[in-house]
């Protein structure tokens, strides 16, 4: 009875998607298939019942690679396109549009050899000019994306940043050889360049990009393994949906026929969706399900190690908090006064690990032994020391709060209320916690420093290396960077300075030792206080098989597919 109960619900649910199909003139789903244009020029017949429904939000950014930072535009992202290599689930690199990458003995320069029968969306081949017009465009600080940074170690990247530079300008160090074939020459040696080009940042463009950039982020056409099927980005519409993209021939090919992404505003309705076989893929698990969702019998859950990391970060100016004695002194008593396995323990047992260091575990120069790392330790006394500290230097006053601001969609309540209960027991301070409705909203006041106080972020890294907790988050580029997450504006260039040295340091435990070195210059001003490290969860319906998440959080999407049992 329980499983007929399922099917009745996930046959309302394939309902619900036919007539929004219906709604766009797509045929009709009395046989629950609809032609397809391919990208070919074609057609195929996609079975709207082997289509997963699955949970995101409003998309923050432009689902370009130069642009997409936030993870509702990130997910989209890197489904539409495809970089030279891509990463497993627990984070190692495989070729994708490349079939080779050979460095050379100091690894400065890297010669690549592209997939031959690899094509966008529209037809067009993909091509060594695809990438390098792309990554100059990117690099181009007149085009004004942020995602720019990444590509810092390129030759003539800094040529490209002078105010003066040509629209077209062109990156020295990349060099076409053929249409299958080019260079990338690096101003230093970097021996984890490889791993790195597996972020969005390098995926390619087609030629159709550059006529027309805006109308491109409102119809993207990539190379990765689905395509754009139907999306109005003006009209605020519910739900976008992808199919598979027949160009695309890869590690990561799809085994659904379609991904529809439902935008919605509230995590609780959307569980509540899953269970009414409403929808299919769930990685926002709302916070008063944290302790019951494993053992829902209507859903398929997911739980394992992540490289996510959830942090308090300040925002720029704000009062008592400056980037001065009195306002380190006071950071380091609220991360002193904060114990960790309590609210972890109290408000998502099994979800999470203590942080103690501003890198996930399993990341190359995580520790937990950081000179200075005892900030991350609770110690009711050193925080109220801490404190009092603070106050000799400019006396907290009788109106004064800490407020934090926090993504109510996404985030766990109870676990900022628990935050705000140890603060005033421990510190004696009123404290004000900012509820904001959406995840959209929420990340959209980060890039555009609309928030004021605290902000609890969740950081997830697009590939498993320090440089991508630290660099986007605290480095001076980013301070500087339009839309960047780093709320504080934190910009020191010692610490900028020793992430590079990091990066392209001769051997993985010189590196190491940098990055660690590095943190501990972040711990000197602490502009982010490391909370917790969170799992990866999430939640299917039964409907579904291949279900698997990412180390960061985000579903294997193209893994995903309908059990047989359920298919009509």
């Not at 489904?79 to 994708?96: E, P, Q, T």
């Not at 890294?461 to 301070?479: C, G, I, N, V």
Request: hydrophobic letters at 35%; a negative charge; aromatic letters at 10%.
């Amino acid at each position: 009875m329980a499983v007929h109960g399922r099917i009745k619900r996930w046959h309302a649910g394939i309902a619900s998607l036919c007539a929004a199909v219906l709604c766009i003139g797509l045929g009709g789903c009395g046989n629950s298939t609809a032609a397809v244009p391919s990208s070919s020029g074609g057609s195929r017949n996609t079975d709207l019942s082997k289509i997963i429904t699955a949970y995101n939000t409003w998309p923050v950014d432009a689902i370009t690679p130069g642009k997409a930072q936030g993870g509702s535009s990130t997910r989209i992202t890197d489904l539409l396109f495809a970089g030279l290599v891509s990463n497993d689930s627990s984070g190692k690199w495989h070729y994708d549009a490349a079939v080779s990458i050979e460095p050379n003995d100091d690894y400065t320069q890297f010669t690549v050899t592209l997939r031959p029968d690899m094509a966008f969306s529209d037809g067009t081949n993909v091509t060594s000019e695809s990438f390098t017009k792309a990554w100059s465009y990117e690099a181009n600080i007149r085009h004004h994306q942020p995602n720019a940074g990444y590509l810092s170690l390129i030759s003539g990247y800094d040529d490209l940043r002078r105010s003066d530079i040509a629209d077209d300008a062109q990156l020295s160090g990349l060099n076409i050889i053929d249409d299958t074939t080019f260079t990338i020459e690096l101003s230093k040696p970097c021996l984890t360049f490889i791993s790195m080009l597996a972020n969005r940042a390098f995926y390619p463009l087609p030629q159709s990009f550059y006529a027309d950039p805006s109308g491109f982020e409102k119809a993207p056409v990539g190379n990765g393994p689905y395509r754009l099927w139907h999306w109005d980005p003006l009209g605020h519409p519910q739900s976008m949906t992808l199919i598979p993209h027949l160009n695309y021939h890869s590690v990561n090919s799809a085994r659904n026929d379609g991904i529809r992404f439902v935008f919605y505003s509230d995590s609780r309705r959307a569980y509540k969706d899953l269970q009414d076989g409403k929808l299919d893929v769930l990685d926002t698990v709302p916070g008063n399900k944290y302790k019951t969702f494993a053992s829902d019998k209507n859903a398929i859950a997911v739980n394992g190690s992540g490289s996510r990391i959830q942090m308090l970060m300040v925002s720029q100016d704000y009062p008592h908090f400056g980037f001065d004695d009195e306002g380190l002194m006071r950071r380091q008593a609220i991360s002193r006064a904060l114990k960790r396995t309590s609210l972890i323990s109290d408000t998502m047992p099994n979800l999470a690990l203590p942080a103690t260091d501003f890198l996930s575990p399993g990341i190359a120069a995580y520790t937990d032994s950081l000179s200075g790392g005892e900030v991350f330790t609770y110690s009711k006394a050193q925080a109220r020391a801490l404190w009092a500290k603070a106050d000799s230097i400019r006396p907290w006053g009788s109106d004064d709060a800490i407020r934090i601001s926090y993504d109510a969609q996404a985030d766990n309540k109870a676990l900022y209320d628990s935050i705000a209960r140890q603060l005033e027991d421990v510190l004696g301070v009123k404290v004000e916690l900012a509820a904001v409705p959406s995840t959209g909203e929420f990340y959209g006041k980060i890039k555009r420093r609309e928030i004021s106080g605290f902000a609890g972020i969740t950081w997830s890294p697009s590939f498993l290396t320090p440089w991508e907790y630290l660099k986007p988050l605290y480095s001076t580029d980013s301070a500087n960077a339009d839309g960047s997450f780093n709320l504080s504006g934190y910009a020191d260039d010692d610490f900028t300075a020793m992430l590079s040295k990091a990066l392209t340091a001769a051997t993985a435990s010189s590196s190491s030792g940098l990055y660690q070195s590095a943190e501990e210059t972040l711990l000197q001003q602490l502009p982010g206080i490391p909370l917790v490290y969170k799992n990866s969860f999430g939640v299917s319906s039964a409907t579904t098989s291949g279900f698997s998440l990412n180390s960061n959080g985000v579903p294997r999407y193209y893994q995903i597919r309908r059990d047989s049992r359920y298919l009509l």
